[in-house]
């Protein structure tokens, strides 16, 4: 039976405003930019996120936080949706399968000495909340509701040996939760799954459905590092390092059964296997490498300008195997065949007065979906197009307002999920194609004070 398949998603699901599952907003100057330049220290200690070197540049004691409000639309379009019987599977469209998402951020330093700085960076790297509301939509098969969070800490120092030198470095402690649902198709196990069809089981009916939810949590750790140059007074380079993390998700599986599945799962009791029945689950996934590269430039006391190119290496998530405590529920693999990505990134910084300094920046956000079979309505990856604005207003020498809007366009893009593709690992969730069409609108505002 197909009940432990809804576990693979819940580890694995996307959000709309960054490639994979990653979050980008981590701070609220560097995002009027499109994060062009953070590697290279950006505006404030909020770019130690990206290159823990930054926080030699700014002395004293500073103080950044930010906080993000993620919304916008994925629609999806179906073309065709079936059970691995060919019945038709029915239901809407599923309405718009993004929710509103809130993004904290807050970065520390502390100069302790003429050459060293140490900071805490405590940040949401991973996280989403997607779904529909209609449990009845379409793509019930393969997705309702979704909601993956995180925080992390980050501990870094920073020497600056030289003028033109900087390096840094820091431990990466994360917390990682999921919960995840999704609707079985107990017409179509019940027809189909026991070599005969049993009366009165019919595949696709929505009326039979039974639902699952999944939650999973684990702590993860790993590193950071960076350096800085700084060839010349006006112009910054830098490249950050983030570790790989190993996520050891551990969680429970819990069903809502209908009259039919509740049939089901005392049938496979009679015979002493029995399934679909709440149980314990096991994933483990790998977070990626990434390597990040910034360029400041100033070209005038005015005017600043700002390149980025990050790379972060998806291909580590190739497949995802899922087991189970129940030692009737077989272990269920998942092909993902995600694949490496860049992020890139122009902006610039201009300060017309004293109190206030204005950002503009765009950027190309590259998605880890290969094709359209591997691709999921549970938030499906594409490419992705920033164009940022954002502004700064000193209060007073010490504090400093800023605020950034993000709008990101999605090309549409298509879903071909078929119990045909030997990647498909649960054929019970059938056969769907359609497309989708979305975007994603972020306001974020923080503030920096310098002690």
Known sequence: ???????????????????????????????????????AGGEDNSAAYFN???????????ISSGFSVVTGDVSFSPQSASTNTGAPVTGGDGGNLIHTGYVPAFT???????????????????????????????????????????????PMLAWKPTDWLAIGGGVRVMYFDARLSNALDIGTIGATSLGVPLPGYNPGDPSQDSYVTVKGSDWAYGYTLGAMLLPRPDTRIGIGFRSKMQVDLSGNAYFDLSPEGQNLSDLSGLIGQRQLVNTGGQASITTPEMVMI????????????????????????????????????????????????????LGAIYRPTEKWTL???????EGVDPNAEL?????????????????????????????????????????????????????????????????????????????
Not at 52 to 62: D, E
Not at 137 to 142: A, H, L, S
């Open 52 to 62: 823990p070197a930054a926080l030699a540049l700014y002395p004293g004691v500073q």
């Open 375 to 451: 691709r999921t309505p549970r938030i499906p990856d594409s490419d992705r197009y920033w164009a940022s604005l954002g502004a700064g207003y000193k209060l007073t020498d010490a504090t400093t307002i800023n605020a950034a809007y993000t709008h990101i366009f999605a090309p549409k893009t298509s879903i071909r999920q078929s119990t045909d593709d030997p990647n498909n690992a649960d054929a019970y969730r059938g056969n769907l194609s359609g497309t989708v069409d979305a975007y994603a609108d972020i306001v974020n505002v923080g503030f920096t004070m310098t002690f």
């Open 108 to 154: 520390a330093s502390w100069q302790f000495a003429p050459d060293w700085v140490a900071g805490l960076s405590v940040n949401a790297p991973y996280g989403f909340t997607t779904g529909s509301d209609d449990p009845g939509w379409i793509g019930r098969y393969q997705a309702l509701g979704s909601r993956v969070r995180s925080v992390e800490f980050d």
């Open 359 to 365: 950002r503009a920046g765009v950027a190309y956000d």
């Open 1 to 39: 039976m197909a009940a432990g398949s809804v576990v693979v998603m819940a580890f694995v699901s996307h959000d709309v405003e960054a490639a994979g599952f990653s979050v980008h907003e981590q701070s609220t100057a560097s995002q009027g930019t499109a994060y062009a330049g953070s590697a």
């Open 294 to 345: 910034g360029v400041q430039h100033d070209l005038s006391p005015e005017w600043t300008l700002a390149a980025e190119a990050d790379w972060t290496r998806w291909s580590r998530f190739q497949d995802l195997t899922v087991t189970f405590d129940n030692p009737n529920q077989a272990p269920v693999v998942t092909t993902e065949g995600w694949r490496n990505s860049w992020f890139l990134s």
